[in-house]
Nanobody
Framework: QVQLVESGGGSVQVGGSLRLSCAVS????????MSWYRQAPGKEREFVSG???????RDADSVKGRFTSSQDNARAPLYLQMNSLQPEDTAVYYC?????????????????WGQGTQVTVSS
């Protein structure tokens, strides 16, 4: 199984910033397409930033101009820089990875999720 390790969540006040990170701890030679999702209480999990299912790198409209995902290279950790945080950004943030190339064949069968990290924004 692909192991994703997330870190960087926490509690901030409105207008604050946080930086999340996500790294694949195994399969170091495998290239993954990675992205960030979030799930607020009582809501469905939604795409936030990163590479979507069509292979395009983009940000969700709700975070455009405030959040940015970055990755130094295809095997490096994925980061999510979150600025100007608002109470509606409060959620558990998940990293998702799907195998792209140079991976054992069995890894292409599904997507993989991190354990989630809580982000709480208070006014």
């Amino acid at each position: 199984q692909v192991q994703l390790v997330e870190s960087g969540g926490g509690s901030v006040q409105v207008g604050g910033s946080l930086r999340l990170s996500c790294a694949v701890s195994n399969y170091r030679d495998c290239v993954f397409a990675m992205s960030w999702y979030r799930q607020a209480p009582g809501k469905e999990r939604e795409f936030v930033s990163g590479m979507d299912s069509d292979g395009r790198t983009r940000d969700a409209d709700s975070v455009k101009g405030r959040f940015t995902s970055s990755q130094d290279n295809a095997r490096a950790p994925l980061y999510l820089q979150m600025n100007s945080l608002q109470p509606e950004d409060t959620a558990v943030y998940y990293c998702k990875a799907r195998a792209v190339t140079n991976c054992p064949s069995g890894l292409f069968l599904r997507h993989y999720w991190g354990q989630g990290t809580q982000v709480t924004v208070s006014s």
